[in-house]
C-alpha cells in the first residue's frame, strides 16, 4: 500500500514538473492525446449526467417552439455545431476540441442532458453558457430542433424558414442574488479588465480594481 501511495505522489510530482516547466503543448493544433481525451470526455458525460438527472422536460413537439429554436439554433448555434448540409465556421474547425456534430448528440443524449450542456455551457471546450443570455423557454426551443434536427436530410434543413433574419434574445428577469451576481460577472467577463476579488480572471487588469465599490 505504502509503494502504491508513493508512486502516486511520484507520478503527481512528475506531471506538476511538466506542467511548470511548459513541456506539455497546449497549442489548439496539437491534438489531445487519446488518454487526456479519453479522461476529459468520459468526466463531461459523467458530469453532465448527473446534473441532469432531475431536470423535468417539458413538451417540446409545439411547431412554434420548434419554429422558435430554429430561429435561435441559426443565430447562435450553426456556426461551431453546422447542420444537415452546413459544414461549421472555419473558426470553429480550428477548435480543439472541435465542436460535436448535434445530429448525434441529438440521437445519444437525452432532452435533459442537451438542455443543461446549452444553459450551463461546458469548461475547456469553447462550449459557452447560455443561462445569462437566453430565458429557459427559449432554451428548450433549442433543444426541441436540436432533437428534430437529427430527422432532417439537407434538403429538409435548407427548406425552412426562420422569418426574421435574426433572433432577438429577451430581456432576462432578474432577482438580486449575490452568488448569481459572481457567476454572471465571470460569464460577462469582467475579470478580463477588472481585479475582482474571489473571480479568477485573464489577471490583465485595464481598468480599476472592482474591491470595495459598492462602498463608493
Known amino acids: 500500500m505504502k509503494w502504491l501511495f508513493g508512486l502516486g505522489i511520484l507520478a503527481a510530482a512528475s506531471g506538476g514538473v511538466v506542467h511548470y516547466a511548459g513541456l506539455y503543448d497546449i497549442s489548439a493544433t496539437d491534438q489531445h492525446l487519446a488518454p487526456t481525451y479519453w479522461l476529459l470526455d468520459t468526466g463531461m458525460r459523467r458530469s ?34 453546422g447542420a444537415p448540409g452546413v459544414a ?12 460535436a456534430a448535434l445530429v ?20 475547456m471546450t469553447g462550449m459557452p453558457a447560455w443561462k ?6 427559449d432554451i428548450w426551443a433549442v433543444v426541441a430542433f436540436v432533437l428534430e434536427m437529427a430527422r432532417l436530410t439537407p434538403k429538409q434543413y435548407a427548406a425552412m424558414h426562420t422569418g426574421p433574419p435574426t433572433a432577438e434574445v429577451d430581456t432576462l428577469a ?3 442574488d449575490a452568488a448569481r451576481g459572481k457567476r454572471a ?3 460577462y467577463a469582467c ?26
Request: with cysteine; net charge positive.
Open 48 to 81: 453532465v449526467k448527473r446534473r441532469a438527472g432531475e431536470i423535468t422536460v417539458p413538451d417540446l413537439t409545439d411547431p412554434q417552439k420548434l419554429q422558435r429554436g430554429l430561429l435561435l439554433y441559426r443565430s447562435h448555434c450553426v456556426q461551431c455545431h
Open 88 to 99: 461549421p465556421e472555419p473558426f470553429a474547425l480550428g477548435m480543439t476540441p472541435t465542436p
Open 104 to 123: 448525434h448528440t441529438a440521437r445519444a443524449w437525452s432532452p435533459a442532458e442537451i438542455y443543461w450542456v446549452i444553459k450551463q455551457g461546458i469548461k
Open 132 to 137: 445569462y443570455r437566453m430565458r429557459d423557454d
Open 174 to 176: 432578474i432577482t438580486p
Open 185 to 187: 460577472i465571470n460569464q
Open 191 to 216: 475579470a478580463t479588465c477588472h481585479a475582482i476579488p474571489g473571480i479568477v480572471g485573464a489577471n490583465a487588469p485595464v481598468g480599476p480594481p472592482l474591491a470595495g465599490s459598492a462602498r463608493g
